[in-house]
């Protein structure tokens, strides 16, 4: 159950910590004392929608936690243990919102995203305001109420899992059959873009290897030519060739008779320069060999990388990624090739579906047929005591004529609220008050299904009053023995069923209002009693807020 709720710079509360209780808990405070804000409050907490708005004047960040006591929740610690969160009894869910940044959630002190939250919060909470019984007026809310006091949750999942296995199976078969007319032109251009790439047989590091290539060679062809000319001064030039020079020079030298030994030296030198020139010429040769660049081959890598850039044009894509093309060309051919016996296949599979969806739907339809007759039953029964006696209540369960995620039937609530009335669609014939209370026996008969630790009603007895209110609160003060009820509420009748009593109150200071919210002791709760039923706390109100907590003590 609810057990602490802390409020910081929420909307007009500065600061505000309540401790709850087992059993029926009141909330009541004049118009406008922000009698609804803890209720809000909680439903943000566990996943609601947040705006920056909501965050105190004047403050940049607002925070909320609300505190649980998991231990007879089951359903709660399981979840906590599967989910890796620390599974005590106690479970504390803070969320807070910052100006200029995301929200941010926690349970147990571990951040956790929002769909997990609201997941627990399902769990331990369910919230019912005025815009859940605007929910009951249509098919679709109507439906989801059935299926909650049916408890056909996992049914329903089911359901649909296999309507979306179908629908998804639709599409592509619609595809398939749309793609027909165009698909041999399709086939034609694949093939023709597939023969232009086979014949290259691109491998991962083709486009590296070829670059490289052809940036070498290109290289080599001026290395040939400046070693050509290198090996013409050295040793090819008609007359000034460098051999021929040292060796003219050699033989003058030799024709002088004359030993001195530097000359000799002299000699020693251009011998030696002429075999090092010759080695040298030589040795050039040879390197210039090696260098030798087949034409042919290197015209065909050049045919080949501007064919890749061509096509990595063509196909808006870089040369290096090209071999990556083919496959995916020939993976679209082999599809639309086979399109015809994908299509028969998946029409195979959408029959094995359907057949599986009828199955499931079939099943949920029976269930729901039978839980419509409990529930007749019941909501009828409740009708004669909120004041629509005579009142009957019908689910009406109407054929689809298509698949639908939600099975084979609309769900259509059937009333009349008086004697001899013919039964009408809810939405046609139910007024404020009436809905409110049709809506919470509603949610009484659910509760009692579901087994919700906690139930929040956010004035759900709007628009009823009298005998009628002594009744709803004689129903919460019911339920709330068995699981524990926090209302909202506007009504001294129900208000003086409750275990406990909160009130709203507004104060202002200076250029400030602030929202409190304070437990009632019992003096101050007669008073309160009082103002709800006079506005003022005269004698006569006081003693008739006495008498009502007396009757609700007794009943």
């Known amino acids: 159950m609810l057990t602490h709720i802390e409020i910081k710079n929420y909307i007009l509360v500065d ?7 087992a059993g029926l808990q009141v909330l ?28 105190r004047h004047g403050q940049n960040r607002c925070e909320i936690t609300i505190c649980f ?5 089951p359903t709660a610690i399981d979840w906590l243990i599967q989910h890796q969160f620390d599974s005590q009894d106690e479970c504390i869910i803070r969320r807070t919102i910052q100006q200029g940044s995301a929200s941010r959630s926690t349970i147990n002190g571990t951040p956790c995203p929002l769909h997990l939250v609201r997941e627990l919060g399902e769990l331990v909470l369910t919230i019912n305001g005025q815009h859940h019984q605007q929910d009951l007026l249509k098919s679709d809310g109507q439906q989801q109420q059935l299926d909650r006091c049916g408890q056909h949750e996992a049914i329903l999942q089911n359901l649909q899992r296999v309507y979306h296995q179908w629908h998804q199976n639709q599409e592509q078969m619609q595809e398939l059959t749309n793609n027909l007319d165009k698909r041999q032109g399709e086939i034609d251009l694949l093939q023709y873009q597939i023969d ?3 014949p290259l047989n691109l491998q991962e590091q083709d486009w590296e290897n070829l670059s490289q290539l052809h940036k070498e060679w290109h290289h080599t062809a001026a290395w040939r030519q400046q070693l050509a000319q290198a090996l013409l001064l050295i040793s090819e030039a008609d007359d000034n060739a460098a051999i021929d020079t040292v060796f003219k020079a050699l033989h003058l030298l030799q024709a002088i008779k004359n030993n001195h030994p530097q000359l000799l030296n002299i000699q020693r030198l251009l011998n030696d320069a002429a075999i090092h020139l010759q080695e040298a010429s030589h040795e050039l040769q040879n390197y210039s060999l090696q260098l030798n660049i087949n034409p042919e081959k290197m015209a065909e890598v050049e045919q080949k990388i501007n064919l890749m850039h061509q096509l990595a044009r063509k196909h808006h894509i870089q040369p290096e990624n090209l071999h990556q093309l083919l496959p995916k060309l020939l993976e679209r051919l082999n599809l639309l090739e086979n399109s015809e016996k994908q299509l028969a296949d998946l029409k195979n599979q959408q029959q094995t579906i359907l057949t599986e969806y009828h199955h499931i739907a079939k099943n949920l339809s ?22 629509m006696q005579g009142g009957c209540f019908k689910t009406l369960l109407e054929p689809r004529t298509d698949l639908h995620p939600l099975g084979m039937e609309r769900v259509q609530f059937m009333v009349s609220t008086n004697p001899g009335q ?8 139910a007024s404020g008050g009436e809905l409110s209370r049709l809506h919470l026996a509603l949610q009484v008969i659910t509760a009692q299904k579901e087994q919700i630790p906690t139930l929040i009603f956010d004035e759900a007895d709007a628009g009823i009053g009298g005998e009628t209110a002594l009744t709803v609160g004689k129903l919460l003060r019911n339920l709330g023995e068995k699981t524990q009820v926090l209302c909202v509420t506007h009504l001294p009748q129900v208000a003086a069923y409750g275990h406990h009593h909160f009130k709203a109150v507004k104060q202002v200071q200076g250029n400030l209002t602030f929202s409190q919210i304070i437990k009632l002791s019992p003096e101050e709760r007669v008073q309160e009693l009082a103002r709800m039923l006079g506005g003022t706390a005269s004698e006569h109100a006081l003693a008739h807020a006495n008498t009502l907590l007396t009757q609700s003590a007794v009943t």
């Open 422 to 429: 013919e039964t009408m669609p809810l939405q046609k014939i």
């Open 69 to 73: 006591d998991c231990s007879r929740i």
């Open 196 to 198: 232009q790439l086979q």
């Open 366 to 387: 029976e269930k729901r047929k039978k839980i419509a007759q409990t529930l007749d039953k019941q909501m009828t029964q409740w009708m004669q005591q909120l004041g």
């Open 15 to 21: 600061s505000l910590s309540i401790d709850f209780n």
């Open 28 to 55: 009541t405070g004049e118009t406008g004392a922000g009698k609804s804000i803890w209720v809000d409050a909680v439903g943000l907490a566990l996943g609601g929608r947040a705006d920056a708005g909501i965050i």
